[in-house]
């Protein structure tokens, strides 16, 4: 089975600072990981995905992630925070070649203090 | 651009009401699903469906069913609504290719009293 852990509910960070939000994972084979971003009363939005091939993968919005096998992580990170970003991150993973089914971190809530 | 509506933002229902959610997305995807979002856990996913006509349970399907009678419609039904199902719902629909990439429609906010 599937599963994605996102250790921190909340993250807290000032503006024009870096931010990183955390994600482990576990699948059987080789995955397909995903980042989506909520804001408040709206749906998943997606942000960035790995498939394969290089391990930082650059997303929507000046995010990017890193995808480390070794230690089944893919943390989503920017160099430059702003305010904008405080939101609801969502990180997901489904097993390449398997059946469509995503599966959700718990969610990490990013505030970005001005 | 994909794109994926839901019938209502917000509802309210009372207890015993039979409940019916609607989804439709405009792109031709096969592949549809509803999921429930609370607060520290995450999306649940409840029901898919890869066809129409098709469906199969996710992990917390109790309480609830589904209809796909035209491909670019799939619906939830509370057949007995609960205070236990105030959540926010979420539809996706799923690319055909791989990786599978979902896209969301802007949830239903469900308040059962």
């Known amino acids: 089975a599937q599963s994605v852990a996102q250790p921190e509910d909340q993250v807290n960070v000032a503006e024009g600072n870096p931010l990183t939000v955390k994600c482990t994972y576990s699948?059987?084979?080789?995955?397909?990981l995903f980042w989506y971003v909520q804001y408040p009363n709206r749906g998943l939005q997606f942000l960035l995905k790995y498939i394969t091939g290089d391990n930082l993968v650059k997303g929507s919005y000046g995010f990017e992630a890193e995808f480390n096998k070794s230690q089944t992580s893919f943390h989503l990170k920017k160099p430059s925070a702003l305010v904008s970003d405080s939101a609801l991150y969502f990180c997901?993973?489904?097993?390449?070649?398997?059946?469509?089914?995503?599966?959700f971190g718990s969610g990490t809530q990013l505030t970005v203090l001005p | 651009d994909v794109k994926v509506t839901q019938s209502s933002r917000y509802l309210v229902k009372r207890t015993g009401e039979k409940v019916f959610l609607e989804c439709v997305q405009d792109m031709d995807h096969e592949n549809m699903f509803w999921y429930r979002q609370d607060p520290g856990l995450g999306l649940r996913l409840i029901y898919f469906?890869?066809?129409?006509?098709?469906?199969e349970k996710g992990d917390i399907p109790e309480g609830y069913s589904v209809s796909r009678e035209k491909k670019e419609r799939f619906s939830l039904i509370l057949e007995s609504a609960s205070t236990n199902q105030t959540s926010m719902y979420l539809c996706a629909s799923i690319e055909r290719e791989a990786p599978y990439e979902q896209y969301f429609g802007p949830g239903t906010r469900l308040t059962v009293t």
């Open positions: 997901a993973v489904s097993e390449s070649g398997s059946a469509r089914q995503l599966t």
């Open positions: 699948v059987s084979g080789n995955p397909y």
């Open positions: 469906s890869y066809d129409v006509k098709m469906k």
